[in-house]
């Protein structure tokens, strides 16, 4: 092998790494979060603050009586729809405000995971790797690594506010009615409402699906129901430590990013006029 050959192995990967384009976010979301620091008419929070991890958690109360939703986008950082719809939430909220109870909004949960465009962030040698990814941390502990602390502060967010309604927004890479067959799983996560099994979580359920569908035509994005959030994530934590109404929505990477952010904010919306926010 000549030494050009071997420069070329040795710089390649570089080369090839310093190339790789990281995720941005849209136009639009990009306003948003540019706009993050000018949220000043909201009751605004920052979560680990001074810390990489730091991450703001906004609080639109009605001042009357009724239903606390608490959503989050970002849990992981891989997994765009999810925070981009909860930048528009975000921006929505602002001027379309609750017209009775509250609405505790997260939209990048795992701030670090998403700018880096990871699922999980970094642990330290030794530790199992899901320690870094928040949807395997709860419950939480104020003490623990940093996604620990993560899920613990955001638990209390939720007791503290009387939270009812608990919403994660995910992406998952197929469509749960047309997977296909090389997939290594069983089935696809994409088009699911991920509940836990409580009375809660079955009324609106119900709603969630009967609404949605009816804005579907093409049979393969329709969305599916499926029982029981994976364990030590947060939908799971809200349903069977608080016993909530608890989701997981996934929306599924073979559609567009826009399809996939449109349907979240339609699930939303639809959990919003059921619990009577709008």
Not at 10 to 35: E, F, M, N, R
Not at 97 to 123: E, Q, S
Not at 148 to 173: C, K, P, T, W
Request: aromatic content about 8%.
């Amino acid at each position: 092998m000549s030494k050009l050959q071997q420069w070329i192995l040795l710089v390649l990967p570089l080369i090839l790494l310093s190339c790789h384009v990281k995720y941005q976010l849209t136009g639009q979301a990009q306003h948003i979060y540019d706009s993050l620091a000018l949220t000043d008419n909201i009751n605004r929070m920052e979560i680990l603050e001074n810390t990489p991890y730091q991450t703001p958690a906004f609080i639109f109360d009605s001042g009357k009586q009724g239903t606390a939703v608490l959503i989050l986008g970002g849990t992981h950082g891989d997994e765009p729809a999810g925070y981009e719809a909860s930048l528009r939430i975000l921006e929505i909220l602002q001027s379309r405000m609750p017209n009775k109870g509250k609405v505790i909004l997260i939209p990048l949960a795992n701030h670090l995971a998403v700018k880096t465009f990871k699922r999980r962030v970094p642990v330290p040698a030794g530790v199992e790797k899901e320690k870094g990814n928040l949807n395997r941390c709860y419950p939480g502990n104020q003490n623990g690594y940093p996604m620990e602390q993560m899920a613990y502060h955001i638990q209390q967010l939720a007791l503290n506010h009387q939270v009812e309604i608990f919403i994660d927004l995910h992406e998952a890479r197929y469509l749960h009615l047309n997977t296909p067959a090389e997939s290594e799983r069983e089935k696809g996560l994409g088009q699911t409402i991920i509940y836990y099994p409580n009375e809660e979580s079955a009324y609106l359920l119900i709603d969630l699906l009967d609404r949605i569908n009816s804005t579907i035509t093409n049979n393969d994005e329709r969305f599916s129901s499926l029982e029981q959030p994976i364990l030590n994530s947060a939908a799971w934590w809200a349903g069977s430590e608080v016993d909530i109404a608890a989701f997981t929505f996934e929306t599924s990477r073979s559609l567009t990013l826009l399809k996939r952010i449109e349907y979240h904010l339609q699930l939303v919306t639809i959990v919003f006029k059921y619990a009577g926010i709008w």
